[in-house]
């Protein structure tokens, strides 16, 4: 069986199956680059797939745990393999599906085996340590065991590197996992699944399902044999479900949204400022939880970084992902795109100044493009200075000094992730000691998180766990005290 139906019907895999849902209906898959373009089908599942699901995870996972980390991380060699072998069609798909361009989307694939490879070679280093004990006949150590079965539940903006890099260290440790991928890009997380299918897992240790947030999202945050939820997304859904799964006891660990700044020294270097604000601002069309929103400029460069910036970013083009010119493609969904539209309206009755751009942008095939804008006269109380945009949209502010700047980048509920550019040592220790942020960047974008080091905010943007890198273990493993006497 494969991952289609001949008409594109993407299916869910659940027990090592491609299998249609109870429900027989599907949910569609459109190109945000032409929403005419129908990517596929995928299953509108029911609380009884998912009820399938979780009993697959369970009897699979009793088998997994048994395998040793090298035995688990070969496996997961081959998925690396197979998704290495596939990236250029899994690349295009998630173009087509969330309109990145297709060297992000390139580039986040190969990051996906990487990540894959990185925690393949974790099954092969220590799960615990030894403790002296105060019986000095007695053997003491700590040892990292599987939780069970982890609910996996993942937005559209980053379709391959999200899902891999929760339910690759998941599944290194010996739990098994059911990915409840975002609707929007659900036909590139299938042919990540595929990959997986294709390397021999063995069954019931990954599941795949399909359907609405409110109903396999919730239910995995619900069902009482789901050991723990790892969710990336809004924060209004992050926190519901982080209270569904405390509720019940479960463990769970959310990554929400940023409102990161940049903040312009005097001292700097300013063409890279410029270069960090553009790349890690409207990159991705600005749909990355680390995204630079807020660029705070000191006053002796306020209008020379303002007119450089102008300049460049008068020269992106818009438009649709696959075509080679395009350095930023459209809006991920109908629904960001007018989000978006809506955060520029308030942004101007709230008295910020649109300096550039922000208009729609008419093609024939009707996609979901809006231009870069650019608000100058920004201030910390206006609604665009606060909320997260999730879109392409850079708003200007103008200080005094490094202390104020600090303080106005520290004036919003989140904490992702914050930049500075300075050559002064001196701002950059303040930077550093009182920025509120879980990732600190110094003369360098606020995106780009590497997958060995620990990823995640302070703050309303995560519940203060982090994934990624070693911090992976913390979340996906619990611990066993062994105490042993002869
Ligand atoms: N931190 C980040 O990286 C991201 C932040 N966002 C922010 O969120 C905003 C809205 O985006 P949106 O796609 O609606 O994000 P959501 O948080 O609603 O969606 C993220 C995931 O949660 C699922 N979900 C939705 N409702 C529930 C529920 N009740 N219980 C469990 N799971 C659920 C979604 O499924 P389904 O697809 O079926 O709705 C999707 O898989 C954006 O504008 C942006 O500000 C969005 C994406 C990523
Ligand atoms: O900046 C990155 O590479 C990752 C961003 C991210 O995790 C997100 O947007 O959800």
Redesign the pocket.
């Known amino acids: 069986m494969s991952v289609t139906t001949e008409t594109q019907n993407y299916l869910n895999y659940i027990n090592g199956k491609w299998s249609e849902s109870e429900s027989s209906e599907q949910l569609k898959s459109t190109s945000p680059a032409n929403p005419s373009e129908l990517l596929g089908h995928v299953q509108a599942s029911t609380k009884q797939d998912l009820e399938k699901a979780v009993e697959a995870a369970k009897a699979g996972q009793k088998k997994w745990k048994k395998q040793s980390g090298a035995e688990r991380g070969n496996l997961l060699f081959k998925v690396a393999d197979i998704l290495e072998k596939n990236l250029d069609e899994v690349a295009e798909t998630m173009t087509r599906e969330m309109g990145k361009t297709l060297p992000e989307a390139k580039g986040e694939t190969a990051r996906g085996v990487a990540i894959l490879r990185y925690y393949a070679g974790e099954g092969m280093r220590k799960d615990g340590d030894v403790i002296p004990s105060t019986d000095r006949s007695a053997l003491m150590f700590s040892k990292r065991v599987p939780l069970g079965v982890v609910g996996v539940?993942?937005?559209?903006?980053?379709p391959v590197a999200i899902p891999l890099w929760k339910m690759a260290p998941a599944l290194i440790y010996g739990n098994a996992v059911i990915l409840?991928?975002?609707?929007?890009a659900a036909v590139t997380a299938a042919k990540v699944i595929e990959c997986f299918d294709q390397a021999g897992l063995p069954e019931g240790v990954i599941n795949f399902v399909t359907?609405?947030?409110?109903v396999i999202?919730?239910g995995?945050?619900e069902h009482k044999d789901v050991t723990a939820v790892t969710?990336?997304?809004?924060n209004?859904?992050?926190n519901?479900?982080g209270q569904t799964v405390a509720a019940r006891g479960g463990k769970y660990q959310l990554?929400?949204?940023?409102k990161n700044p940049l903040i312009v020294a005097d001292d700097c270097d300013l063409d890279l400022a410029v270069d960090a604000a553009i790349s890690g601002g409207l990159k991705s069309t600005g749909q990355?939880?680390t995204c630079s929103s807020r660029v705070i400029v000191q006053e002796g460069v306020y209008d020379q970084f303002k007119q450089k910036l102008l300049e460049k970013v008068s020269e992106i083009n818009v438009g649709d992902g696959l075509e080679e010119q395009t350095w930023m493609g459209p809006c991920a969904t109908k629904?960001?795109y007018e989000?978006v539209q809506k955060y520029i309206e308030i942004g101007q009755k709230e008295g910020a100044e649109l300096v550039y751009g922000g208009r729609l942008v008419q093609s024939d095939s009707k996609g979901y493009y809006i231009e870069p804008a650019v608000f100058d006269q920004v201030t910390s109380s206006m609604t665009i200075a606060q909320e997260?945009i999730?879109g392409p949209v850079l708003a200007l502010m103008k200080v005094e000094t490094i202390e104020e700047a600090i303080e106005l980048a520290n004036d919003v509920d989140f904490g992702l992730s914050a930049s500075i550019f300075s050559k002064n040592i001196n701002h950059i220790l303040s930077f550093i000691d009182d920025i509120e942020a879980g990732l600190v960047r110094i003369n360098s974008e606020t995106a780009g998180v590497e997958l060995q080091a620990p990823f995640g905010g302070m703050k309303a943007s995560s519940s203060y766990s982090r994934e990624q890198g070693e911090a992976a273990k913390e979340f996906f493993t619990t611990m066993k005290t062994v105490f042993l006497k002869g």
């Open positions: 539940i993942t937005p559209w903006n980053f409840k991928p975002a609707t929007e359907g609405k947030g409110s999202g919730q995995l945050a969710f990336t997304g809004s209004a859904t992050g519901h479900i990554e929400m949204g940023g990355k939880c629904e960001q989000t997260e999730f």
